[in-house]
């Protein structure tokens, strides 16, 4: 039998929009009148569902609502969704730092959280008296966290400033911290929230090694929050998907950011112009992808081409402008760049299109992002990150009727084979 070891009951969180203690009297005395009689709670039955971009006509909305789940001992267990979803309520419901309208939370063994920079830390205090504030909070006693501390600092990499106010440490320097404390206090259950973006790309890489470890070699759980695909692969044996506050899906860690990815990419081809910068001297009006031709979707192995319409009111020419593209795969990784700069510019006319094309397609089935760039004389005239998304479908790239799993890779390769 799978031992499990925190187990989320039909959880629920309802909140009042607007100011706190404005008008919620007579809602409070509602509330014990229906409690004292034995009835259950009248608002629990109004309420809508936690959709940000839209305006309700209730002033009550449900930031969770049904959440069931199980995580067994030693999982790591990924939480995704876009921004609004629920999920820091959710993992403040887990920690304890807010209690669930409805449902229940059951745990065995303690229960460390870095949801937020400095999460339990007092400012005046050293590092060093914070790192003994958090262990005595999770219930260690003085001797056993006096045996970790110095791997803590090493961790850290706060050696030089351990004695020194946390008040004035910086942001990334307080996730060092926070995080070392969280990880060598021995929790049960560590949940983690996208705090770590806080911290450099090579600490960033040390945390969810040691993640790994005490989930692997340890057998303790992880609880895991990010919008980082490629840390979530790399970490979570398993996550769920949450959508305006229920359970969208629950797989496999490759199944839930398929589905998490669909649903915000969920057009073959989605277009957003919004973030670019740049003189706007030349600019891309309108973007075409297709494959074999302008009615056939991309295909592995099959030809592509992505088609640009510039907008060039003052008729620059074509070999003044540098068009450059950036291909990044659904884990925000790269895979390939493109550009004018790498081929011959024969044509002096104004430019007017830019054609990007590809006869053989070598990328595997998925969804792709691209980053634009245009320069005029070497000074940025249009640059629009992640300006598109496409997708290309499963091909017979070998022409044998064996499709190459993407778990095996992103790029498709030519190549010979010779058995002696």
Not at 298 to 323: C, E, H, M, W, Y
Request: positive net charge.
């Amino acid at each position: 039998m799978t031992d499990i070891i925190l187990k989320a009951e039909n959880i629920s969180k309802q909140y009042r929009l607007g100011l706190v203690g404005t008008g919620t009297i007579s809602h409070d005395l509602n509330r014990w009148w229906h409690k004292i009689r034995g009835k259950e709670d009248p608002y629990l039955k109004v309420g809508e569902r936690n959709d940000r971009s839209t305006k309700g006509a209730s002033e009550y909305v449900w930031a969770l609502q049904n959440i069931d789940f199980e995580v067994a001992k030693g999982e790591v267990l990924g939480i995704i969704g876009k921004n609004g979803a629920g999920k820091s309520t959710l993992l403040k419901i887990l920690s304890k730092v807010t209690s669930p309208t409805t449902g229940e939370i059951k745990t065995r063994g303690r229960i460390a959280s870095l949801l937020e920079v400095g999460t339990g830390f007092h400012g005046e205090m050293t590092g060093r008296e914070n790192v003994y504030l958090n262990g005595a909070i999770l219930g260690m006693t003085k001797r056993e966290i006096t045996s970790k501390i110095e791997e803590i600092i090493e961790f850290s990499g706060c050696q030089r400033y351990i004695d020194t106010p946390v008040k004035r440490y910086s942001s990334g320097m307080t996730v060092r911290l926070a995080f070392a404390v969280a990880a060598f206090l021995e929790p049960e259950i560590l949940v983690i929230d996208e705090v770590l973006a806080v911290g450099d790309a090579e600490f960033q890489k040390k945390a969810i090694g040691k993640m790994q470890d005490i989930s692997r070699g340890d057998g303790r759980t992880v609880l895991f929050v990010s919008h980082n695909m490629a840390s979530v692969k790399s970490l979570c044996s398993r996550a769920i998907v949450l959508e305006n506050g229920v359970v969208g899906f629950s797989g496999t860690t490759e199944a839930s950011i398929d589905y998490y990815l669909k649903g915000e990419k969920n057009n073959f081809l989605q277009t957003k112009f919004g973030n670019r910068k740049g003189t706007g001297l030349v600019k891309i009006n309108k973007v075409d992808v297709f494959g074999e031709n302008k009615n056939v979707k991309p295909q592995s192995g099959k030809p592509l081409t992505i088609r640009f319409q510039l907008d060039n009111p003052n008729k620059v020419k074509a070999q003044d402008i540098d068009f450059d593209i950036r291909i990044d795969d659904n884990l925000d990784q790269r895979i390939s760049w493109l550009s004018t700069r790498l081929v011959k510019k024969d044509t002096k006319n104004n430019l007017k299109y830019v054609e990007f094309i590809i006869d053989n397609l070598q990328l595997n089935n998925g969804i792709y992002t691209v980053t634009t760039h245009i320069t005029v004389k070497n000074i940025i005239s249009d640059w629009i990150q992640k300006a598109f998304t496409f997708e290309i479908n499963q091909g017979d790239y070998y022409n044998n009727g064996y499709f190459v799993p993407v778990l095996q890779g992103k790029t498709l390769l030519d190549f010979k084979v010779k058995l002696h």
